[in-house]
């Protein structure tokens, strides 16, 4: 080696559940989730944005729990359950917060759809359903440049309100874990 090359990237095996598949790949070390989905599986409704977790577009779910992916590296997710935002719609149907979200006129540009969309369906699995000023707090991790947000926390809030449970469209695995605030209820 003439100490030009570039070394080999080591490779882990990774045994995952991507929107209800079963994915086995081996993935480079370093590989970030959000690069992963995008340009290995094709799942490219998982924006990137700012790449450093300051803008939220990258949001999926992993194991019940709305995590930025590109701040994740795709080895993390073996043995562990991802939602995209591709797991909402059965076909060409909207589920039920996406139809919210369109009713609502809560997108422009639907660049940073997906992270609410994705954060706002783990948050609907807590226990808590937050009023206007706790939906702010808790989708304040993803940004927007169009929309002011009044049509989006109006979507989340009235997709809520229809389902008081949770979307049963929307099943997230069992045992994921409760991090709402009692306050926000």
Sequence with gaps: M?????????????VTTINGRVVRANVPARLHLADFLRLHLGLTGTHIGC????????????????????????????GRDVRTVESLAEG???????QAFK????????????????????LAHQSCRPGPDGIREEIAGVLCRCTGYDNIVAA??????????????????????????????
Excluded: Y
């Design 2 to 14: 003439s100490g030009l090359e570039a070394p080999e990237e080591l490779l882990v095996e990774t």
């Design 51 to 78: 790449e450093q977790g300051a803008c939220g577009m990258c949001t999926v779910i992993v194991d019940g729990e709305a995590v930025k992916s590109c701040l994740m590296l795709a080895c993390q997710v073996d």
């Design 92 to 98: 060409d149907e909207l589920n039920t917060l996406q």
């Design 103 to 122: 009713e609502e006129h809560a997108l422009q540009c639907g660049f940073c759809s997906p992270g609410f969309l994705m954060t706002a369906t783990a």
């Design 156 to 185: 989340i809030e009235r997709w809520f309100m229809e389902n008081p449970q949770g979307s049963p469209a929307d099943p997230l695995p069992a045992g994921h874990r409760d991090h709402c605030d009692p306050g926000l209820t």
